[in-house]
């Protein structure tokens, strides 16, 4: 079931409980109704800077299907309207009708629907359904399907009769200009969702939080890799401050288009501290290169770092690169004198500052190639 911050449950009842008062003027997010979820922690499966997209759906009659993946807050420009109607920055479809006069509103059964591929397969934790400014135009109700299949199908192939979807969440009610979250159980390892609303109506943001499981036969086929990006399967872990961006975005794929596509943390005023950030490796690893990159961090990257690493949850902390001065948007590269084999990574930043990407070159171990191998077929089909 949905649920707010005070988890509360909103089942049925009154077709318009959920609604939201409409716009009233002034800041548009004042009364938006947010939510404290667990599972946001983790990566979103869906982020665009994994490769998510939003392959198809049966209407977008009002606004386009690919909002959804969009990374920024939803927009609202109360005077911005276009030839059909008002244009929301969301997935928003047509009012429905029933079959005719006698029977004006739509099968219980009917609902639009739309086809996500997740940037990085994987276990899904929870999902948030946002309906930022939709505030009387939500679904009533909204479900959840996955399904799991390999390589880069088109819709048709994905809408085929052979293809089995599971139900992650049922219908469910949801509440408008609220962020609606819902927790996934269970250990399969997916690859598309489908999202219905019932009937019909407008959701702003689509978030998929989860685990990423990469194949084990592709990492084996790269060879050398970087043994913590997000799409390798590298995970956050914790970080000493997540003040201005998430630490997740220094394990991101690609490169950093911006101040905020990276780590900053604040000012850092107790002498003698520093900050810090955790990562665990897919499985274990051997790490042969380091590159670190401070781009758009101009006069706020970190102004020196040091990496340390540790094999297994109760490893010793050894030295993987000494403490060493970064230049402001630089890309830094470091080659080892010898492979640190890890599971775990820590990177120190003296005394604050910003770091955008961190790359860890090499391969997983013979026990770490295993150990994946049996997460992946124990999360498959």
């Known amino acids: 079931m949905p649920s707010d911050e005070n988890q509360t449950e909103y089942g049925p009842g ?3 409980a959920n609604d939201a008062a409409p716009y009233g003027g002034g800041d548009p997010y ?44 939803a927009v609202f420009d109360p005077e911005r309207f276009g030839h059909k ?14 079959a005719d006069a006698e029977h004006p509103f739509p099968a219980p059964e009917d609902h639009d629907w739309a086809i996500v591929r997740l940037g990085a397969p994987g276990i899904i934790r929870g999902i948030v359904v946002d309906t930022a400014h939709f505030r009387g135009n939500y679904p009533q109700r909204v479900s959840v399907q996955a399904t799991a299949v390999e390589g880069a199908p088109g819709p048709g192939e994905l809408l085929a009769d052979d293809v089995k979807w599971e139900e992650l969440v049922p219908p469910t009610p949801v509440r408008g200009h609220a962020a609606n979250g819902f927790e996934v159980t269970g250990g399969r390892r997916w690859t598309h969702l489908r999202v219905c609303q019932h009937p019909d109506g407008g959701i ?16 084996a086929a790269l060879g050398t890799i970087d043994l913590i990006s997000i799409l390798n399967g590298g995970t956050y872990e914790d970080a000493s ?25 604040r000012r850092r005023r107790v002498r003698d501290t520093n900050d810090w ?18 781009a758009y961090l101009k006069g706020n990257a970190a102004g020196w770092i040091g990496l340390q690493g540790r094999d297994g949850e109760t490893g010793e902390w050894f030295e993987i690169l000494p403490r060493t001065r970064l230049q402001p948007d630089t890309l830094h590269r470091f080659v080892l004198d010898a492979e640190a084999v890890v599971t775990h ?37």
Request: proline residues 6%.
């Open 85 to 98: 109607g008002k244009i929301m920055d969301g997935w928003e479809t047509r009012r429905r009708r029933g």
């Open 345 to 381: 990574v820590r990177l120190d930043a003296y005394p604050d500052g910003g770091v955008a990407r961190m790359r860890l070159h090499g391969s997983l171990t013979e026990a770490g190639a295993a150990e994946l191998a049996r997460r992946h077929q124990e999360s498959g089909a």
């Open 277 to 294: 950030v955790r990562f665990r490796l897919p499985a274990q690893g051997a790490v042969r290169a380091v590159e670190i990159d401070t």
């Open 241 to 265: 401050d997540r003040f201005y961006s998430s630490p997740a975005q220094i394990i991101l794929p690609g490169t950093s288009r911006k101040m905020d596509d990276g780590w900053e943390n």
């Open 30 to 73: 004042a009364d938006y109704r947010a939510g404290d979820f667990p599972f946001t922690g983790l990566v979103d499966l869906a982020d665009r800077r994994l490769g998510a997209g939003v392959i198809a759906a049966n209407d977008e009659f009002f606004a386009e299907r690919e909002n959804l993946l969009i990374r920024e807050p």
């Open 14 to 16: 009154d077709p318009h």
């Open 204 to 219: 702003a943001r689509l978030r998929v939080h989860g685990e990423v499981v990469p194949d084990p036969a592709w990492l």
